[in-house]
């Protein structure tokens, strides 16, 4: 969480020492959503004492100099860092923390986000041999860039042809390794790109050096005699020799703490537009909370930053001033940025897609329209005014006739809208 989440490493540790605190509202979790929350809490006003964070991090939320001075220096805010949660009760309201605290909320933010998928829940061992990444929070960014250090001009396979995947191999690239990426479906970002939107980048990397296995699954690893990985072996029957492997396969939210109190969908906490959970007291954002869509009418949970800080701040608006909030009426939103390419994606990925723009340029995107409605868009090689355009066009879903016409009018369409 590089670009969303710059942590600034707190020299204040917070020792717990006292037994059973009792705070109004509890924002469990030390990521993006947390700290959005904690900063809307912080512009609406929060009294002193009224408000903690737990985040199992050592480190406190922290994004960009302006969100810093918001609630990284907040009037009332407590910070018990390096604490996990190791069981809640909602009934009671309380959380019981891993050193043995009790601490209780009248209302409670859950922003647990999401932990990494392991290679040993697919069959595999060897995630804790030392030259294997995984790419969660800041501790991992730091063990991947030493690895990553320790093998420039070797060899790095990448597990994975997510967004891990993808922003990784460019990164190892750009720092003179060369990468394999290994992944089981035909094309990388499947669960986004089209067939033809994915070759565009696949293309790119391929000229960037990139090698591509596709189709197949890791099976092993070998290990030299120090435990390091020195070969990936693939269902294939492939070998590759390797200086150090990332893996992105996904990852699962932490909704372990509420199984059986609250209602899950889609792996996460069930919300309401409110964000509140089955549980009055309990709302849940970011990562973790499945939330309905109004826009596409069914709930989804959403694994990205933007829906991460809009939920936050939503709920906190909800719990503090719930006779003027309305319902959260969010259009999914997605982005990345590698090498020299950004591409960015609102809405929804279903229907009929219509392509526009030059693919053998550096600025194309693609329409998705159902039922006779634009109901997505994206755009690689944007301006800025473009992305509003695309995103201003797919909230108004407008009503499509002709694919052709919409085909032939490309960006022009949205920016007309
Ligand atoms: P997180 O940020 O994961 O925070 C969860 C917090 O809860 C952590 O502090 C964790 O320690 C804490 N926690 C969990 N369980 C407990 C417990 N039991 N006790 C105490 N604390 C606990 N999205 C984009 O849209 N664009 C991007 O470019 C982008 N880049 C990314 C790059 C990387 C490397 C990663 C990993 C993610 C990226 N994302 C990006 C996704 C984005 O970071 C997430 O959607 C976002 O962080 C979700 O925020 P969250 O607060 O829900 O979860
Ligand atoms: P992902 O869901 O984007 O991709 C997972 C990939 O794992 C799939 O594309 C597939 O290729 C691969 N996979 C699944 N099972 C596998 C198996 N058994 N063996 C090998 N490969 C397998 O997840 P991720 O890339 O791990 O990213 C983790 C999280 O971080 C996601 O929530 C993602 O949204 C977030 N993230 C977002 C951005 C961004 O928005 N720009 C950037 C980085 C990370």
Redesign the pocket.
């Known amino acids: 969480?590089?670009?969303?989440?710059i942590r600034l490493v707190q020299d204040v540790v917070v020792v717990v020492t006292e037994m059973g605190r009792a705070f109004v509202y509890v924002i469990?979790?030390?990521?993006?959503?947390?700290g959005y929350a904690a900063l809307e809490f912080v512009k609406r006003g929060v009294s002193q004492g009224e408000l903690c964070i737990?985040?199992?991090?050592p480190v406190a939320?922290y994004e960009r100099p302006a969100l810093s001075k918001g609630f990284l220096l907040p009037e009332g805010i407590e910070l018990v860092l390096g604490?996990?949660?190791?069981s809640a009760d909602v009934k009671r309201k309380t959380l019981l923390t891993a050193t043995g605290e009790t601490i209780s909320y009248k209302i409670l933010i859950v922003?647990?986000?999401?932990r990494s998928l392991k290679l040993e829940e697919f069959g595999v061992n060897g995630s804790d041999a030392e030259n294997v990444c995984y790419?969660?929070?800041v501790a991992d960014?730091n063990r991947l860039v030493n690895v990553m250090q320790s093998c420039a001009g070797g060899n790095a396979v990448v597990i994975g042809g997510g967004?891990?995947g993808m922003?990784c191999a460019a990164s190892l690239v750009i720092n003179k390794t060369n990468v394999t990426m290994v992944f089981p479906e035909a094309h990388c970002m499947a669960r986004l790109f089209t067939p033809k939107i994915a070759s565009y980048y696949e293309d790119y990397y391929k000229l960037k050096g990139v090698n591509f296995i596709k189709g197949t699954v890791l099976s092993s690893f070998d290990f030299d005699s120090n435990g390091k990985v020195t070969a990936v072996n693939l269902r294939d029957g492939t070998k590759l020799s390797t200086d150090m492997v990332v893996v992105g396969i996904g990852i699962r939210p932490?909704t372990g703490?509420f199984e059986g109190q609250l209602t899950l969908e889609k792996g996460g906490i069930k919300v309401n537009g409110m964000l509140q959970s089955s549980n009055s007291s309990v709302y849940a954002?970011?990562?973790?909370a499945a939330f309905p869509v109004k826009l596409f009418g069914d709930t989804r949970r959403l694994?990205?930053?933007?829906?991460?800080r809009k939920s936050a701040r939503h709920a906190v608006a909800a719990i503090l001033e719930p006779e003027k909030t309305g319902e959260f009426d969010y259009l999914p939103f997605?982005?990345?940025r590698v090498f020299t390419l950004s591409w960015q994606f609102y809405g929804d990925n279903v229907g009929d897609v219509v392509y526009y723009g030059d693919m053998s340029g550096s600025t194309f995107g693609a329409y998705w329209v159902s039922k006779g409605h634009l109901v997505g868009s994206f755009l690689e090689g944007g301006t800025k005014e473009e992305y509003e355009a695309i995103a201003k066009a797919t909230r108004l879903k407008p009503e499509i006739e002709d694919l052709d016409e919409l085909e032939r009018q490309g960006l022009g369409f949205a920016v007309k809208v």
């Open positions: 969480r590089e670009e969303v989440a469990l979790g030390g990521g993006v959503a947390a737990i985040s199992e991090e939320p604490t996990r949660v190791k922003a647990t986000g999401a790419l969660r929070d960014a967004y891990i922003e932490n703490l954002i970011g990562d973790v694994e990205h930053v933007d829906s991460a997605f982005y990345s």
